[in-house]
């Protein structure tokens, strides 16, 4: 329920561009930019990338981005010292798509858009006494995807453009777990798993150059 009414406030204030874009006096460039991502809407958290997009014949607009994250932590016993906790979480997606526009108002272009993407994921997680090494586990993914949605794009100024977006996704991720446990025990296992986004709003900026 919160999620949802995120994205309905999400799309209301996208909404209220419409008006303004009537307004625009000024021709909006449709070359190539540099893109800015926020995705991820919700109170939780926030997760971004950086891309770029150009501008081909017949309203068609090829798109792609880069998404990185990298995450650290560390909690060990105030007393003793003696017991410690350490995880990291690293991953890596290149995302490709096509965006087919449609000519709305001056300034306000509404578009449908498709792609595919390709992931990489590693963790490790160590927890335990320091004296007898503790229990590890590590893990590697790689997950391919294919996304699909719609959005609306706005030029604030000729060379500046805001765009909100929904997009519907799913992935299926496969990979390899190794656990180690004191004094000498190792298991290995394969990783596999399957993932369905009904739906999650972004937010881009674009500069065109």
Not at 56 to 79: C, F, H, K, M, W
Not at 126 to 155: C, M, T
Not at 166 to 185: I, W
């Amino acid at each position: 329920m919160k999620n949802r009414k995120h994205s309905l406030f999400f799309w209301g204030c996208v909404l209220a561009l419409v008006p303004a874009a009537y307004s625009q006096s000024a021709t909006p460039m449709k070359t190539k930019a540099l893109s800015f991502e926020i995705n991820g809407l919700y109170l939780s958290g926030l997760n971004g990338g950086v891309g770029g997009k150009m501008w081909l014949p017949g309203n068609r607009v090829l798109v792609g981005s880069l998404d990185a994250r990298s995450i650290t932590q560390t909690r060990e016993d105030d007393d003793t010292a003696t017991f410690d906790e350490k995880s990291w979480d690293r991953s890596l997606t290149v995302n490709v798509g096509i965006e087919q526009h449609y000519d709305w108002a001056p300034g306000l272009s509404p578009y449908l858009m498709g792609g595919v993407s390709l992931g990489y994921s590693a963790y490790r997680s160590k927890s335990g006494y320091v004296v007898n090494g503790g229990y590890q586990s590590d893990s590697w993914r790689i997950y391919p995807g294919a996304k699909a949605g719609f959005g609306l794009e706005y030029w604030l100024t000729p060379r500046v453009s805001l765009a909100g977006q929904q997009v519907f996704s799913g992935s299926y991720g496969f990979g390899r777990q190794t656990d180690t446990s004191p004094p000498s025990s190792v298991t290995k296992s394969d990783v596999r798993s399957f993932t369905l986004d009904l739906g999650t709003s972004s937010l881009m900026l674009s500069v065109y150059l």
